[in-house]
């Protein structure tokens, strides 16, 4: 298989690079991490210019028709950069809500706003007893007439805090755990009833939790699909975390190598220590292992065939959190004590990737229901 980029896609790249090389110092990152929304506004009308925010939608909906592989390409540069915007929350998630999920009507109406950057979105799925169970959902959806009442609690929604609509799951019917009965929902944010707490996640992320309290929604705000549409959408997303965690490794890697060759012990540089060398040879080892998962998932991100897919999506978590905790990890331990400052881009770098990790799923939790699924996976 061909995985050379084409014109396109290395312009693409090359377009982001420079953006990200101007606007995302890691001095600017601190600063935009400080505002009140926590990102920079700025940047993400830099984004919306570039036609990064309308990438994955279809042209006849306003947006460019791009698929995973361009996806992939954008999420490796912002994790290189470690960008705070809300691009996961509001194009991976809520454009693949949209584009799966949504009546035409409502792509048309929607869609050229996303992709202005004018419009935010965010998933809110995790409930306080829930952990990484998409099917585990005590918030409520009761029939109000044509339309719908919503009520419960959703813990650390990404980007929750700024998003101008929120895509809920709540039961309509069965018991809390079931897969059926559940339905997707678009929520204003501002909407009576809904109540938001915004905080900053380890990360340097924003998320809320929120509340829903009789909250009432019209009947064109159930999205179809319902607990099927939100896994799809969330095999969606870890295919592009899975890239987002390879620019975070490379860049670590990088920001490592560089210290190895300066810091200096014993009159020589650190880097000539051959155990240090060893360290540094797997770091790299690691990162390709990772790339070419990243790889697969973009491939398998729209395979139609719900099992199969998901069964390769959970050899990717378990790979790529493999490789990126040891690479985080390395990152820290050959910087030494200044590699846990704030100050310097080295801890930031193994934060994010232990975030991303948890993001529907940790190693653990993919293994197990590997497991119960009765799949095969062999650790490298």
Request: aromatic residues 6%; negative net charge; glycine residues 12%.
């Amino acid at each position: 298989m061909d995985f050379d980029l084409s014109e396109d896609q290395r312009l693409l790249q090359d377009s982001l690079a420079k953006l990200l090389k101007d606007k995302y110092g890691f001095e600017q990152r601190k600063g935009y991490i400080k505002s009140e929304t926590g990102w920079s506004r700025e940047v993400w009308a830099a984004y919306a210019e570039l036609g990064l925010l309308g990438m994955p939608f279809a042209e006849e909906d306003g947006g460019l028709g791009y698929g995973t592989v361009e996806t992939m390409i954008v999420m490796e540069q912002m994790g290189r950069s470690l960008t705070l915007e809300p691009f996961v929350s509001t194009v991976v998630m809520g454009g693949g809500f949209l584009r799966h999920g949504a009546t035409a009507e409502q792509r048309a109406a929607m869609v050229p706003q996303i992709a202005e950057g004018k419009l935010l979105l965010a998933f809110a799925h995790t409930e306080p007893q829930s952990r990484f169970d998409l099917n585990d959902v005590a918030t409520t959806a009761k029939k109000d007439g044509a339309g719908w009442v919503i009520d419960g609690r959703k813990g650390v929604v990404v980007h929750g805090d700024t998003a101008d609509q929120l895509i809920v799951t709540a039961r309509i019917s069965g018991g809390r755990r079931d897969r059926d009965g559940i339905g997707v929902f678009l929520v204003p944010a501002t909407a009576q009833g809904v109540t938001r707490r915004g905080f900053g996640t380890s990360d340097g992320q924003r998320a809320a939790d929120i509340t829903f309290d009789n909250v009432k929604v019209g009947a064109e705000a159930e999205l179809k699909g319902g607990l099927a549409l939100a896994e799809q959408v969330a095999d969606e997303t870890i295919a592009a975390l899975a890239a987002e965690a390879v620019g975070c490794m490379e860049a670590a890697k990088d920001l490592t190598v560089d210290y190895l060759k300066t810091r200096k012990q014993f009159g020589r540089p650190i880097g000539s220590f051959q155990s240090l060398q060893h360290r540094a040879a797997e770091m790299m080892v690691c990162l390709e292992q990772a790339r070419s998962m990243a790889m697969l998932a973009a491939m398998m991100a729209g395979e139609t065939d719900a099992a199969e897919r998901r069964r390769q999506m959970r050899a990717v978590k378990i790979e790529v959190g493999r490789n990126a905790r040891f690479v985080g990890q390395q990152t820290v331990q050959m910087h030494g004590g200044i590699a846990m400052t704030m100050e310097y881009a080295g801890g930031h770098y193994l934060k994010r990737l232990t975030v991303i990790e948890n993001m529907f799923g940790d190693m653990d939790h993919h293994l197990a229901a590997l497991s119960e699924e009765g799949g095969v996976f062999l650790a490298a």
